[in-house]
């Protein structure tokens, strides 16, 4: 029987320990990711934790301190090999999308093309009528909106068909109802395209909407990766909860692997007596009920148990309501949000339960 040897290719983008110190602070702390054909990852953390720091040195325009680049399984760069930027097959998109002002569209999108003159003008029209901006061949980049533009710059940095494409916060000067129209479009070009995408942002819900993987940096470091689901439902630590949404956090002390609550008790295996835990959870997933002369809902198993508290503040959010609680058994405040309208006045008793199962049990950093 003839044996068979099944080869994966190698990842489009491959970065091993990429370390980088500006002085002597370590911006980019060993970081190590993948990224493969038609893959969007997104590197997301908060301002300053050296994402762009990360994409510069695989663009090739700032040089690692250690590490080492690969593109489809060949070394690009480590600390004395060093392709150079132009040759190697990145495109690059950034929120100043910068197009050159004195070149027509047409000039502007073939600006990176080295092939004939009939291969240009057919890849730039097929470009243009994929980001439907076909009709405007032909005018220059003043006359049209932000977002046009935006996608002009796209179908450029496509054009010489690159094997990657980095985006740093390419979306973030553009309005609300535009960004999410030219995120989708973009999204399906590059798809369509085969491209591995890198996208910088801080911004969580542009993470969620384009990622295929997030990739979560912190103070240079990759904290966690995984897909958008893993990531919010699975968070690593009380700072990757509260990353994606407002979090409400009951603190309490670990005894015998268990930690008592006023909602109930929860397992704290590992823990040692007297460690402190925290219990985290979204507002979205606590519940609210009426106080029946002093008495809330019974205990159950999937609820735990009901604590009390008084109605501080109750704000309509559009698709919910936020209500804040100051809680009778501690004081410290609680924040609920409900779907539609729910807007209980100021003082009023209701009763909180919160989803054991939406609960994230932390030991405590402080
Ligand atoms: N050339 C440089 N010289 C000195 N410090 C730098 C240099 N480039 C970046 N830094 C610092 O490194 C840190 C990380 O910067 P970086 O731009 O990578 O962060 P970021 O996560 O992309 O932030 P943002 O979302 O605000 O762009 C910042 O504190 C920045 O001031």
């Known amino acids: 029987m003839q044996s068979q040897t099944q080869t994966t290719p190698p990842p489009r983008l491959e970065v091993r320990h990429l370390r980088r110190a500006f002085g002597d602070r370590q911006v980019v702390d060993d970081v190590s990711l993948t990224i493969q054909p038609g893959q969007v990852l997104c590197l997301l953390g908060p301002s300053g934790c050296g994402k762009s720091t990360t994409l510069r040195m695989i663009a090739g325009v700032d040089m690692q301190d250690s590490g080492e ?21 990145i495109g690059l998109m950034f929120q100043d999308f910068a197009l050159f002002p004195h070149l027509s569209v047409a000039d502007n999108v073939a600006f990176g ?24 061949i032909d005018e220059f980049p003043h006359v049209l909106s932000g977002g046009e533009q935006q996608r002009i710059a796209l179908a450029r940095a496509l054009a010489p068909r690159p094997r990657i494409m980095l985006m740093d916060e390419p979306f973030s000067g553009l309005d609300n109802r535009l960004r999410d129209e030219i995120r989708d479009q973009t999204l399906s070009l ?7 995408v890198m996208l910088v942002t801080h911004e ?22 995984g897909a958008p689901y893993n990531i919010y439902n699975a968070p690593v630590d009380r700072e990757a909860v509260g990353f ?4 409400n956090v009951i603190r309490g002390v670990s005894k015998g692997a268990l930690t008592d609550t006023p909602f109930g008790q929860f397992l704290t295996p590992g823990l ?27 205990p159950t198993a999937s609820d735990g148990v009901a604590a009390r508290g008084i109605v501080k503040r109750a704000r309509f959010m559009g698709n919910e309501s936020l209500v804040e609680f100051r ?15 729910f807007l209980p006045g100021e003082g009023t008793p209701l009763w909180l ?8 049990v932390f030991p405590a950093k402080d």
């Open 69 to 89: 680049i690969y593109v489809d399984g060949k070394l690009i760069c480590d600390t004395v090999f060093r392709i150079p930027p132009e040759r190697r097959h």
């Open 113 to 136: 093309l080295k092939t004939s003159k009939d291969e240009k003008r057919a890849r730039v029209e097929a470009l243009l009528a994929k980001v439907n901006l076909g009709w405007a």
């Open 190 to 196: 590059l798809k369509e395209e085969d491209t591995a």
């Open 204 to 225: 969580p819900e542009e993470a969620m909407r384009m990622a295929d993987e997030i990739a979560l940096m912190r103070h240079g470091k990759i904290v966690q990766q």
């Open 244 to 247: 994606f949404s407002d979090i």
């Open 272 to 298: 040692a007596d007297g460690a402190k835990v925290d219990i985290v959870i979204r507002p979205q997933h606590l519940k609210l009920d009426f106080d029946r002369d002093g008495k809330g809902p019974l």
């Open 327 to 341: 809680m009778d058994y501690d004081g410290s405040e609680l924040k609920v949000t409900v779907p539609n309208v």
């Open 353 to 360: 339960t919160i989803r054991r199962d939406r609960c994230f």
